[in-house]
């Protein structure tokens, strides 16, 4: 199982980034997929979900509106749109995976990491 982040860099307050995953290795349409994010001697904050199989989603309270999850079947890619963007967005963005018929926030699969930086 391979997931793949880009996208990440720097980008000044009130803008925006779209992040990629892309994946290998599984039945990319059973699957569960999230993004996490990951500041600097803070947790690993969950930021969103989608089931892959229906499009599914699911956002913490403070996340929905600003960030946006999707995925593209046949490239079997999810995505993360961030818009109006905050210098306490910045941290690392990891992608996640697991079985769709997984619950709660264990997930099986990460990966390496893109780092989001928001500075004027």
């Known amino acids: 199982v391979q997931l793949v982040e880009s996208g990440g860099g720097l980008v000044q307050p009130g803008g925006s980034l779209r992040l990629s995953c892309t994946t290998s290795?599984?039945?990319?349409?059973?699957?569960?997929m999230a993004w996490f994010r990951q500041a600097p001697g803070q947790e690993r904050e969950f930021v969103a979900q989608i089931i892959t199989n229906g499009g599914g989603t699911t956002y913490p309270d403070d996340k929905r509106g600003r960030f946006t999850i999707s995925r593209d079947m046949a490239k079997k890619t999810i995505y993360l749109q961030m818009n109006d963007l905050k210098p306490e967005d910045t941290a690392v963005y990891y992608c996640?995976?697991?079985?769709?018929?997984?619950?709660?926030?264990?997930?099986?699969?990460w990966g390496q990491g893109t780092q989001v930086t928001v500075s004027s």
């Open positions: 996640a995976g697991r079985p769709a018929w997984k619950s709660g926030r264990e997930y099986d699969y």
């Open positions: 290795g599984f039945t990319f349409s059973t699957y569960g």
